[in-house]
Nanobody, 123 residues
């Protein structure tokens, strides 16, 4: 059974940092693109960051560029999202996802999704 389990969310003040982790199990994701999406209260889920299977290509939403960094450890089947200079508008549930194709993941056409972890940024 394939599972993606996110962790690392929580409550932080504006300007602070959090590091999210997503551990995948059930099969090896070493050849898959992996990424993060987020959903703010009352809004649709949106793309945040993506990384290709080698880790050599990353893409970010304009709203997080320069503040968030995505990385992965294929030996651990884990993807990370380092979030710095957090803003109240970063508040939401953050989801990890995987896809066979990098462009598919960026479009939200993902094969597997995690259950999400809550990030709350207070002003």
């Amino acid at each position: 059974q394939v599972q993606l389990v996110e962790s690392g969310g929580g409550l932080v003040q504006a300007g602070g940092s959090l590091r999210l982790s997503c551990a995948a199990s059930g099969r090896t994701f070493g050849r898959d693109a992996m990424g993060w999406f987020r959903q703010a209260p009352g809004k649709e889920r949106e793309f945040a960051a993506a990384i290709n299977w080698t880790g050599g290509i990353t893409r970010y939403a304009d709203s997080v560029k320069g503040r968030f960094t995505i990385s992965r450890d294929n030996a651990k089947n884990t993807v990370y999202l380092q979030m710095n200079s957090l803003k109240p508008e970063d508040t939401g549930v953050y989801y990890c996802a995987t896809a066979n194709e990098f462009q598919s993941l960026r479009r939200g056409m993902c094969d597997y999704w995690g259950q999400g972890t809550q990030v709350t940024v207070s002003s």
